[in-house]
């Protein structure tokens, strides 16, 4: 284990075409110096050739030959290790990557052999007689139905395979005889058409490409966790962050398993998205979440809430909506259904036939049709990724009961089905991975692609209809996670966030110039008009909050630019999709974008980028501050030590250039702010471990006209005990044009220097002299 506490986390997308493990093992000196206690990997497993992110593991057995294999992961552990530091790796326990038959064994060997393989029940596969492909495992991969009839058998190799064009698939012993249409038919599996609605295996969410794998079944455990355990057995691993375990069939059972595994000391995060008022499950065995939630609240608590009408009056001239809360709960019920009936159909068909197998369902409730109907009325109501943790037992009783006294005519399904989840066998199980599910997609991957009034809101675990946070609440709430989650990891930037933090800060500030910016808006549309308002609206903040300070948009900027427009209709959905794409508007938005980047609102957008640059910088050094030196184990995402422009992925996960970083330790007079306070409060939390991870958090309250621009919070051993003040300005725009007046803020008895500006303080100081230097400050006790 590692000689140092973990105190901070950094998170290295490895790559085999551009981030290995010998590129790691050159910057853990920089990581080092920067502060950082813990170098945390994204997944290191053997995945899909060329996989950018390791998310689609191939072979859970081995790792990565690409990254520079078991040989590559134990330097880069020894050379961290040489320094007191520690190293965390993220897991994925529900799923492998598929796409390529011939990449993963386990896979290849199902599709070969059928049921008759050693890994059948390592997949979470539909056998049964009625499962549309008359119990074999269906494989969406044709173009048509009629494409069976292009299938051929390419012989090049060792051993016959059926052939698609580039896709290849195993022929069973014994079945090599006729043409290649009836060498199909006589296999395990069935190709079928990708838009057939049939699906032979649980996916991860609607990704064809990853399949499920049955980790509730303790050989199957064993199996997916093999390279894992011997990570833990030699003492590699300080800690684990586990990818998605909302998907798996009982997560609570899972987590105790890994624990076990892991023992009691190594740290373990989970990614469990939390909805508004959700509070993690506190009996899992865990020791919080991987931070989406602390993410949110940053966010939140920078907004102005002053901006609200406005912005929600742009939004309904715009979009025709408020996109308040109302409208966003409405939103999400009714894409949850229709993802339901559509992209999760084949699953919720599944849960279907599992609730009348267990539930013995009456001759009323005989007809699939009204039964799916209950499933599918329930679960788009639930507002959770799953609802059977412990705190949330009450929820599902009230859902169901909503259901029936709006719809009547479903009593007897709804009694079918509520017997089933009262089995707790496989429907009920089924039904918590529908859920989460259904949410994703519905949400994250849709309803925050459509929703426009302030998008910096709109991230993984966000609560946009709120709009702000009030400092009162978000002081309680980071005392809570104190006592309660002192180990969770808190974040800003991940690799599944839609735009970095710093983009998100820029955006954010709207709401502090919201009258201004909707008559900007309202100029710039007229000069170069969106192909459609709706969208031209969230595009707007996209721009504005990716806009380069010089105004220069480089070829680079343009074509990441495009790619997330492409990416962003697609999940909007309203305009273009994945599956049925319209190139003709997607290169007319494309077109747009290039007038915006090459007329003379790209020249307005660089003066409002300037003018609000101050203001921007308040947010941005601010909720990094507060997340470096708040309670929890902060994650630094790589590169955002430094102004970070990135959008949602693949863009996130492009390299950082550590040459430029490294440079500025050696040279620290010619840092910019935002690397200074990242390092000094990383270094604050290394030098004194007791006033953080198990530390207390005492809000702290200014006096005076100013009292609400500022948000100041200490920490140390006890509240007797306190030794570290962070402080930062919010609202900025407002505060300029009142003046701060005679506000003051209390400080805590001693005496008390600034570590950014070396000024030292004591007794109740003046909010202008605190903040001469920078909207941040970080004062410990001399």
């Known amino acids: 284990m590692s000689a140092l506490p973990l105190l901070s986390t950094y998170r290295l997308q490895m790559r085999g075409d551009a981030f290995t ?22 997944p290191i497993l053997s995945a899909t050739t060329g996989s950018s992110h390791g998310y689609d593991v191939v072979d859970p057995s081995t790792v990565s030959s690409a990254l520079g294999g078991r040989a590559g992961f134990e330097q880069l552990v020894q050379e961290v290790r040489s320094r ?38 390592f997949f979470d596969i539909d056998w049964s007689a009625d499962n549309g492909a008359d119990g074999r495992i269906a494989l969406p991969v044709l173009g048509s139905a009629d494409a069976v009839e292009e299938l051929t058998v390419d012989r090049s190799g060792d051993e016959p395979l059926l052939a698609y064009y580039d896709k290849r698939f195993p022929i069973a012993p014994g079945t090599d005889n006729g043409t290649a249409t009836e060498i199909h038919a006589r296999q395990a599996y069935r190709l079928v058409a990708w838009n057939s609605g049939l699906i032979g295996y649980r996916r991860f969410f609607t990704v064809d490409d990853l399949a499920a794998v049955r980790v509730e079944d303790p050989r199957v455990f ?86 609200e009408p406005a912005l929600t009056a742009l939004s309904r001239t715009f979009t025709g909506n408020d996109g308040d809360a109302a409208w966003l709960h409405a939103q999400e019920r009714e894409l949850e259904r229709s993802v339901l009936e559509s992209g999760l159909a084949p699953e919720v068909n599944r849960l279907v036939r599992a609730t009348r197998r267990e539930a013995a369902p009456t001759d009323e409730t005989e007809c699939p049709e009204s039964l799916r109907e209950a499933v599918i009325a329930v679960a788009a109501r639930v507002p959770v990724y799953r609802a059977d943790y412990a705190p949330l037992t009450t929820m599902l009783p009230r859902i169901v009961g909503e259901v029936a006294r709006e719809k009547p005519d479903l009593e007897p399904a709804l009694g079918t ?13 089924r039904f918590g991975q529908i859920c989460g ?15 426009a009034r302030l998008v910096s809101l709109q991230e993984v675990g966000g609560q946009p209809g709120r709009f702000s946070l009030g400092a009162k609440q978000f002081h309680l709430s980071w005392a809570q996670r104190a006592q309660r989650l002192p180990r969770a990891m808190t974040t800003l930037s991940t690799h599944d966030t839609k735009r970095s933090e710093d983009v998100r800060a820029r955006i954010g500030v709207l709401s502090q110039v919201a009258e201004l910016w909707a008559e900007r808006l309202r100029e710039w549309n007229a000069l170069a008009p969106a192909p459609d308002p709706a969208i ?24 990441r630019l495009h790619d997330y427009a492409t990416k962003a209709l697609r999940e909007n959905g309203t305009r273009s999709t994945w599956t049925d794409v319209d190139t003709k508007f997607e290169g007319a938005v494309n077109n747009w974008i290039d007038a915006v980047c090459d007329g003379p609102v790209g020249e307005a957008l660089t003066e409002l980028v300037a003018e609000l640059e101050p203001h921007v910088a308040a947010v941005s050094l601010g909720q990094k501050l507060l997340q470096l030196l708040g309670p929890g184990v902060p994650d630094v995402y790589q590169g955002t030590e430094l102004w970070d422009d990135s959008l949602v992925d693949p863009d996130n996960r492009r390299p950082v250039d550590f040459g430029i970083r490294r440079g500025l330790l050696e040279e620290p007079g010619s840092a910019p702010a935002k690397f200074t306070v990242v390092q000094k409060a990383l270094r604050l939390r290394r030098d004194r471990p007791e006033s953080f991870v198990g530390g207390v958090y005492v809000p702290m309250f200014a006096v005076g006209p100013g009292a609400e621009n500022v948000l100041a919070f200490g920490r140390g051993p006890s509240a007797e005990d306190l030794d570290v003040l962070a402080l930062s300005l919010r609202h900025t725009v407002a505060l300029e044009a009142a003046g701060w007046g005679d506000t003051v803020l209390p400080l805590p008895l001693g005496s008390w220097t600034d570590v950014f500006s070396g000024r030292r303080f004591s007794g109740t100081v003046r909010s202008a002299d605190l903040f001469g230097a920078l909207p941040v400050a970080a004062l410990v006790r001399d």
């Open 437 to 451: 599910a259904a949410t994703a997609k519905a949400v994250e991957d849709c309803l925050f692609y459509r929703a």
């Open 222 to 307: 064993d199996a997916v966790h093999a390279q894992v355990a011997s990570w833990i057995d030699d003492d590699l691993v300080d800690g684990l962050r586990v990818d998605h375990p909302d998907g798996l069939a009982d997560p609570a059972e899972y987590l105790a398993r890994l624990r076990a595994l892991a023992g009691p000391q190594r740290w373990l995060v989970i990614e469990k998205i939390l909805a508004e008022g959700e509070p993690l499950d506190l009996t899992l065995p865990v020791d919080g979440t991987t931070g989406y939630d602390a993410l949110d609240e940053l966010a939140a608590v920078f907004v102005d809430p002053r901006g």
């Open 536 to 559: 031209g609206l969230f595009f707007w903040q996209t721009l504005f909050g990716a806009w380069p300070v010089d105004g220069v948009v480089t070829t680079e900027l343009r074509e």
């Open 84 to 121: 007191g530091m520690g190293v965390i790796v993220d897991i994925v326990p529900n799923h492998v990557g598929v796409g390529d038959p011939r990449q993963n064994a386990w896979w290849w060997d199902v599709l070969r052999r059928g049921r008759d393989s050693a890994y059948a029940a």
């Open 417 to 429: 089905f509520v017997r089933a989840l009262t089995i707790g066998g496989e429907a009920a199980a």
């Open 21 to 42: 493990f010998a590129d790691a093992t050159a910057v853990v000196d920089y990581l080092d110096a920067l502060g950082i206690s813990h170098v945390y990997l994204s």
